[in-house]
């Protein structure tokens, strides 16, 4: 009989293809999306974007105003704070500081955490309690708080910082993949992958992981907002990217007592860092329904 | 006047796939007092119509229907808050498996305490104190449970699946419904526990007057205790009546399938073929054109590509170019709906 | 003739394809600082299957009936007794052979396939652990294991969540299949299923037993199923195997009060109903 394939003219979508598929009918994921590679684009060309250097400081133009008010102008279009620099450029340099130094501990910290939980997970026994009773410990002090013991004991400074940040990220990663991937271990399908004599990478990568993802995306994009609040509150307390750094954190700091005399100095740095948290969540709820979107 | 009238419901789904078509055209009537059983294979729509009934629904649904009235609530035009209001007090359902629909992490006791409504509270100030517990302790041993004790102070997990399913009965019944529905109540269970569900929902419906849709797999346990039935098939309705006109004058080929389908183990020699209808519920996304049976119907001939009206005889109702027993319809008069 | 069925039965006598030997498990809970109780979930069962028989195991909820078959398929480890597999023994030096002669299929078809890999992946995955044939002879062999159990090939492509129970079901009997098992281990499977379903499920496997010589262990408490395919039987009461022996025998003479209680019970209720 000749094989006729009747589904010849329908297209199977993958699990990642029907994540897009949701995810691309959806208009604020979509320019959430956009925002994001927009985000990423400045980040990766601020040294070619910005119109001036962010430590250029200038004696004759302290405290200009941004360029819609009247007496600003366009070369400096978010106006120059108290010692003369301006301040678009400050932004787009304290982007790659904030943001760009988020993105990078919080993958950093995606990829030791999901480690450890995945053998948190398989283990049994002694490590398993190790881990657990370590984990538990760790994850009940405030991520803040444990970055500010760790500068404290290191001292002030970014990469000090960064460094205490990731620290502290670790274990909310250990505990969530943990969690997950052990619910999954309990499931009928990896019994039956285990019968059918697979080993346990084997089951991790085939049986567990195309599972946990949405635990994954949640955990990270928690992950990366919580970064960019540690980085700049750090910043701002002057445990942090120290001055002249254009940190979003140390530019707020600087400029607290000009909040009457020049609004902009404080308004745009804590807006910027509203808007990228913002754009993340959006972007990270969105995926993580998209995910979840063709199983239920 | 019925209690509940659902005309031409319909239930799209959207998917990855596309929209699919769910349910088709549903029609059923229920009159106060009655048990009614709905009958169908897997896949084929009667847990969705429960739940349109009942409300709740999925974001990716889409209800259409000319008429889905109970009593005289309009279920199709009311808000959000309007209809949690009738979802509890009119209606109670009942699910599959009862241990997965109790919270875990609270005793049976307190979950049944909870569900009984405010204003049933009757008498004086000073009997308010511990009337819920009192209630509950009622309400349990009205479901049939001796050792209430037991059961009040135990988490779901310990409870058998035959208490759990009577605690959910409990809970159903706590606010006095209308309506009971209950969604595959007893599949996968021991058929002792069984029987003492299906006994329990048949003195629910005696005394207390409580309308029962038994939703159900199975066509022999809905006949022991429902008195009409209606037949699914991948989202239409094909046959409904009363049930010996369904049982003894069947008009319809598939429920003529589902009643020889079940093996009467005594009469097939050991280890022999048993009887079944050839080939498997088509998916939703690909349905055949006009009768859904089509492709396994035995009877199947050329005008099978036109989807049949619903005909309605004395009250039984099919839809079926070419139905059995046809000589008894010779000289009846046919409406066609 | 005469011989032949001698020596068919010899054969039987001497090697039956699946022996367990007082097979046991015992869960150690700890209660307390230093106490431990032990809970014994199954005491002590021995029985011999043949080529193309059916054993089924009944009993009530918590008989240890679940125990056991977990214990025969090797998802738990006994805490004692042997599992002799055509005189070969089971245990941790040989767990491909106890893949592929012992098969197992679970109860909810719903929670038994992983939803995020196609039915394809899931067919292939048994295949590439345990046989080393090439990805063209692995295609061939999961079209011909799904026309098998009846479903197009196409359905390689279709992920889990596109699918209705029963045709999942299928899809776990064609992932038992795919080894070329000689034992398969239903546990439960049939009584989620429709009641349509489930006879063209069991005409299936009744059909494979008599093509292939499978041999079946069902644990179930539908009595009419197990005096239909089964040909032997244990009855499990708490851990322990009250009694065993041949179907028909057992269901028109059991020797055990208790035995004959459960057997009545689940068998008749149903009529006396209502």
Same mark, same amino acid.
């Given at each position: 009989?000749?094989?006729?394939?009747?589904?010849?003219?329908?297209?199977?979508?993958?699990?990642?293809?029907?994540?897009?598929?949701?995810?691309?009918?959806?208009?604020?994921?979509?320019?959430?999306?956009?925002?994001?590679?927009?985000?990423?684009?400045?980040?990766?060309?601020?040294?070619?974007?910005?119109?001036?250097?962010?430590?250029? %400081?200038?004696?004759?133009?302290?405290?200009?105003?941004?360029?819609?008010?009247?007496? &600003?102008?366009?070369?400096?279009?978010?106006?120059? =704070?108290?010692?003369? %620099?301006?301040?678009?450029?400050?932004?787009?340099?304290?982007?790659?500081?904030?943001?760009?130094? #988020?993105?990078?501990?919080?993958?950093?910290?995606?990829i030791i955490g999901t480690t450890i939980g995945i053998t948190a997970a398989i283990s049994r026994g002694l490590l398993s309690s190790t881990l657990h009773h370590i984990m538990d410990t760790a994850l009940s002090i405030p991520s803040l708080l444990l970055a500010i013991i760790f500068i404290s004991i290191l001292g002030p400074g970014l990469d000090h910082s960064l460094l205490a940040i990731l620290l502290a990220s670790i274990p909310q990663f250990i505990r969530g993949v943990y969690l997950s991937v052990y619910q999954e271990l309990q499931k009928e399908y990896i019994i039956a992958l285990k019968l059918d004599g697979a080993n346990n990478y084997r089951i991790i990568r085939y049986g567990v992981f195309p599972n946990i993802i949405e635990t994954l995306v949640n955990l990270l994009t928690r992950a990366i907002s919580s970064a960019i609040i540690d980085i700049s509150a750090l910043g701002f307390l002057g445990l942090g990217a120290q001055r002249p750094l254009s940190e979003w954190g140390t530019m707020l700091s600087g400029a607290t007592d000009l909040v009457f005399i020049a609004p902009w100095t404080v308004v745009l740095p804590g807006l910027s860092i509203l808007v990228t948290i913002f754009i993340i969540n959006v972007v990270g709820e969105s995926v993580r329904q998209s995910v979840i979107a063709g199983i239920d | 006047m019925a209690l509940l009238d659902i005309r031409n419901l319909t239930i799209e789904i959207e998917t990855p796939q596309g929209i699919l078509k769910a349910v088709d055209r549903f029609n059923l009537t229920l009159s106060d007092g009655e048990v009614r059983g709905l009958v169908g294979e897997s896949g084929s729509g009667k847990s969705l119509v429960a739940k349109a009934i009942m409300g709740i629904t999925k974001d990716n649904w889409r209800i259409r229907a000319d008429r889905l009235r109970l009593g005289d609530?309009?279920?199709?035009?009311?808000?959000?808050?309007?209809?949690?209001?009738?979802?509890?007090k009119e209606i109670g359902m009942i699910f599959q498996d009862a241990a997965a629909h109790l919270d875990p992490s609270e005793k049976a006791g307190e979950q049944l305490a909870e569900a009984i409504p405010c204003d049933q509270f009757t008498g004086h100030f000073w009997n308010r104190f511990n009337w819920r517990k009192k209630q509950a302790i009622a309400l349990l041993h009205k479901v049939g449970v001796k050792d209430h004790k037991k059961v009040m102070n135990s988490y779901p997990f310990e409870l058998s699946e035959g208490l759990c399913q009577k605690v959910m009965i409990a809970m159903a019944i706590?606010?006095?419904?209308?309506?009971?529905?209950?969604?595959?109540?007893?599949? /996968?269970?021991?058929?002792?526990?069984?029987?003492?569900?299906?006994?329990?929902?048949?003195?629910?419906?005696?005394?207390?007057?409580?309308?029962?849709?038994?939703?159900?797999?199975?066509?022999?346990?809905?006949?022991?205790?429902?008195?009409n039935m209606t037949v699914m098939y991948c989202g239409q309705m094909v046959e409904s009546g009363t049930i010996d006109q369904v049982f003894n004058h069947t008009h319809h080929p598939y429920t003529a399938a589902l009643l020889r389908a079940n093996p009467d183990f005594s009469q097939v020699p050991h280890k022999g073929r048993l009887n079944t209808l050839a080939g498997q519920v088509p998916l939703l996304h690909h349905l055949p054109i006009g009768c859904r049976l089509g492709p396994r119907c035995p009877n199947a001939q050329k005008n099978c590509v036109i989807t049949p009206p619903m005909k309605k005889v004395k009250g039984h109702m099919f839809s079926c170019h070419f139905p059995l027993n046809a000589d008894e319809l010779k000289g009846k008069k046919c409406q066609r709906k | 003739?005469?011989?032949?069925?001698?020596?068919?039965?010899?054969?039987?006598?001497?090697?039956?394809?699946?022996?367990?030997?007082?097979?046991?498990?015992?869960?150690?809970?700890?209660?307390?600082?230093?106490?431990?109780?032990?809970?014994?979930?199954?005491?002590?069962?021995?029985?011999?299957?043949?080529?193309a028989e059916?054993? /089924?195991?009944?009993?009530?909820?918590?008989?240890?009936?679940?125990?056991?078959?977990?214990?025969?398929? &090797?998802?738990?480890?006994?805490?004692?007794?042997?599992?002799?597999?055509?005189?070969?023994?089971?245990d941790d030096s040989n767990t491909d052979l106890r893949c592929r002669s012992i098969r197992m299929i679970f109860q909810d078809p719903e929670t038994s396939l992983n939803p995020r890999t196609s039915v394809g992946q899931i067919l292939d995955a048994p295949l590439q652990l345990n046989t080393d044939m090439s990805v063209?002879?692995?295609?061939?062999?999961?079209?011909?294991?799904?026309?098998?159990?009846?479903?197009?090939?196409?359905?390689?492509?279709?992920?889990?969540?596109?699918?209705?129970?029963?045709?999942?079901?299928?899809? /776990?009997?064609?992932?038992?299949?795919?080894?070329?098992?000689?034992?398969?281990? #239903?546990?439960?499977?049939?009584?989620?299923?429709?009641?349509?379903?489930?006879?063209?499920?069991?005409?299936?496997?009744? =059909?494979?037993?008599k093509t292939i010589g499978i041999s079946y262990i069902v644990v179930t408490h539908n009595m009419g199923l197990v005096k239909h395919i089964s040909d032997k039987m244990i009855v499990m009461h708490q851990g322990e195997c009250i009694e065993q022996g041949n179907t028909e025998q057992l269901f028109s003479r059991p020797t055990a009060a208790l035995c004959g209680q459960i057997l009545s019970n689940q068998y008749n209720m149903k009529k006396q109903s209502c």
């Open positions: 009989m000749p094989n006729i394939n009747i589904f010849a003219d329908e297209h199977i979508l993958s699990p990642a293809e029907q994540t897009w598929k949701h995810y691309s009918s959806q208009q604020i994921a979509m320019a959430a999306l956009w925002a994001l590679g927009f985000l990423c684009f400045l980040m990766v060309f601020a040294p070619l974007i910005a119109p001036h250097e962010p430590d250029l %400081r200038q004696a004759h133009l302290l405290l200009q105003p941004p360029s819609w008010d009247e007496q &600003g102008t366009v070369d400096y279009f978010f106006g120059t =704070d108290d010692l003369g %620099r301006d301040v678009l450029s400050r932004l787009l340099y304290g982007l790659r500081l904030t943001f760009g130094n #988020a993105l990078l501990i919080s993958f950093i910290a995606l | 609530i309009d279920l199709l035009n009311l808000t959000p808050v309007q209809r949690r209001r009738v979802m509890g706590a606010k006095k419904p209308r309506l009971l529905i209950a969604d595959e109540p007893t599949t /996968a269970m021991e058929p002792k526990t069984q029987n003492q569900i299906l006994r329990l929902l048949d003195k629910l419906n005696k005394l207390s007057h409580t309308t029962i849709l038994l939703i159900s797999h199975d066509l022999e346990t809905v006949s022991l205790l429902a008195d | 003739m005469s011989e032949k069925i001698t020596d068919i039965a010899a054969e039987k006598r001497v090697q039956p394809l699946l022996r367990v030997e007082n097979l046991g498990k015992i869960y150690i809970n700890p209660t307390g600082f230093f106490k431990r109780e032990e809970v014994v979930a199954v005491n002590d069962i021995s029985f011999n299957l043949h080529r059916t054993l /089924a195991i009944i009993g009530e909820t918590g008989s240890g009936k679940s125990t056991l078959a977990r214990l025969l398929a &090797g998802i738990i480890p006994p805490t004692k007794g042997h599992i002799y597999i055509d005189g070969c023994k089971l063209n002879k692995r295609a061939e062999k999961i079209s011909e294991t799904l026309r098998l159990v009846g479903l197009l090939p196409e359905y390689a492509t279709f992920y889990p969540p596109m699918l209705s129970s029963g045709q999942k079901q299928r899809i /776990a009997l064609a992932r038992a299949l795919i080894l070329n098992p000689k034992i398969i281990i #239903a546990d439960d499977t049939l009584s989620t299923l429709d009641i349509s379903l489930r006879s063209q499920m069991i005409n299936l496997m009744l =059909d494979l037993q």
